[in-house]
């Protein structure tokens, strides 16, 4: 392989695993040469060698192949002398000075203020609250987990400014553990230990945002463990979160993980349809002032906090979609347009509530045979019911109005028409038709 090739594979290197990744650690890499279909690399040090041979051995050697040099393994040895070409070879580099600025940045728009309070998260919003009065240290660490786009990097994010706008003092360090790695990996390989150490134990409150991510990665869990013993032991405040428990987290040593426990742990569980409902509010009241004179029929935002229940990013960016389409082509946001518009997130989310249940839970409810829901018998107590189920399965299904009606002894798409306007009218007039569906909803969707 030519130099040329090496330099041809590593511009496919960089697409596929990110300028980030690249830099860090594809860019120190020194080809060595292939012997006896072994690719031979030099790196600079043993840990980074350990980290590229497990993360990207397999991406390197895939490209390899690909180019058409056929090899069965990579290799990566530590350089002991200077490689003898390029300029290294008669000037050392001079190590780069390891960045003083740690942490990430926040983002101005997470604040307490924007972050809407439910029954999922209440009690993790209370502990953030908490620590972002800066009061003695209560509970050390406070440990936020749960699923993706539930709020825990904005609650973070809140804790931070307020700390920082009430004791500008105060050293607070938000960063990711993908970011805490890269600094520890870096300055290994710059010899800037004595930096790293201090300028982490010089810290006031400091934040580690998805610590899952440091699972298995041995050196800098190492690094990490000292690191928050050091803080604790100063009495400083650590708050961190992770997309789970922390002793559900795989091959994260046992002793970090009990240290991680010792604080307070706090879940945010998934969303419900008040808490989802009460985001959409607050967005939109944003999105009105934006895009003036659009007008959102009534409905939709109720609409969207049934249908996308996966997560808060997801129905954040439902409702920036919807309002930029429907500002885009100026027309009213109608249930069909949001329908049209965001299609693909409503496949996507569809919690897989199927006609059936719907069919069983309503005759359930009013008493009938399921039997009855789909036969041709015309009686009010039977079509009441029946055209409330079809009501339901328009609202909870992705099913379209032939597919519904189907469902329900073959009957017209006009049928469904029909018996969905007529419970849409009543559910105005009648308190108890109303109070039934929601009943109805809230048993489905549990
Ligand atoms: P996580 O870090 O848990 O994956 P984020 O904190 O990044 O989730 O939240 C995802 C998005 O949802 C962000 O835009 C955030 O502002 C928003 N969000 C999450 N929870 C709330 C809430 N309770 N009120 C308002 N916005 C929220
Ligand atoms: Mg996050």
Same mark, same amino acid.
């Given at each position: ?167 500008? !003092? ?18 290994? %390989? ?18 580690? !945002? ?28 650590? =708050?961190?979160?992770? !997309? ?41 009241? +944003?999105?009105?002032?934006? +895009? ?14 049934? %249908?996308?229940?996966?997560? =808060? ?10 309002? *930029? ?21 409503? %496949? ?17 409810? +009013?008493?009938? %045979?399921?039997? !009855? ?9 039977? *079509? ?6 079809? +009501? ?55």
């Amino acid at each position: 392989m030519t130099n040329n090739m090496w330099d041809e594979i590593r511009q496919q290197l960089q697409e596929t695993i990110g300028a980030n990744n690249y830099s860090t650690w594809i860019e120190p890499l020194e080809f060595s040469g292939i012997a006896d279909g072994v690719a031979k690399f030099w790196v600079p040090t043993q840990f980074f060698g350990n980290w590229i041979r497990r993360n990207f051995a397999d991406q390197i050697k895939h490209h390899l192949n690909t180019t058409g040099i056929a090899i069965t393994r990579v290799e990566f040895a530590v350089a002991k002398h200077t490689p003898a070409k390029g300029p290294a070879a008669t000037k050392p580099a001079t190590p780069k000075p390891l960045a003083r600025e740690i942490g990430a940045s926040l983002d101005s728009h997470f604040t307490f203020d924007s972050f809407v309070v439910g029954k999922p998260n209440e009690l993790a919003h209370a502990a953030a609250k908490r620590v972002s009065e800066g009061g003695p240290v209560t509970f050390n660490p406070l440990f936020l987990y749960g699923g993706v786009g539930l709020g825990k990097t904005h609650l973070m994010h809140a804790i931070a400014h307020d700390l920082k706008k009430h004791q500008p !003092d105060l050293n607070v360090i938000y960063l990711s553990a993908e970011q805490f790695m890269y600094s520890f990996v870096q300055a290994l %390989r710059d010899r800037k230990m004595m930096d790293f150490k201090h300028m982490f134990r010089s810290v006031d409150v400091l934040m580690v !945002d998805d610590v899952q991510f440091i699972a298995g990665k041995d050196s800098t869990q190492e690094e990490f463990f000292h690191t928050f013993n050091a803080l604790v032991d100063q009495n400083k405040q650590i =708050i961190i979160s992770a !997309d789970r428990a922390p002793g559900e987290i795989m091959k994260l040593e046992e002793r970090i993980k009990s240290r991680l426990q010792c604080g307070l742990v706090v879940d945010l569980h998934p969303t419900d349809y008040e808490l989802r409902l009460g985001i959409l509010q607050q967005k939109v009241e +944003y999105y009105r002032n934006q +895009y003036k004179g659009l007008v959102l029929a009534d409905g939709i935002l109720e609409f969207l906090a049934h %249908r996308i229940s996966s997560n =808060i990013r997801v129905l954040e960016g439902a409702l920036t979609r919807l309002f *930029a389409f429907a500002s885009l082509v100026g027309r009213e946001i109608t249930l069909e347009l949001t329908q049209d518009c965001l299609a693909d997130i409503l %496949r996507a989310s569809d919690r897989k509530i199927t006609i059936g249940e719907i069919q069983r839970k309503v005759s359930e409810h +009013y008493n009938i %045979r399921l039997s !009855d829901m789909i036969g041709p018998r015309r009686m009010r107590t039977l *079509a009441r019911p029946r055209q409330i189920a079809m +009501y339901l399965a328009k609202q909870l299904t992705s099913r379209s109005l032939p597919e519904i009606g189907r469902h329900f002894g073959g009957r017209d798409h006009t049928t469904v028409i029909h018996g969905i306007r007529k419970i849409t009218e009543l559910k105005e007039l009648d308190s108890q038709i109303s109070e039934d569906l929601e009943l109805l909803r809230r048993s489905l969707e549990a």
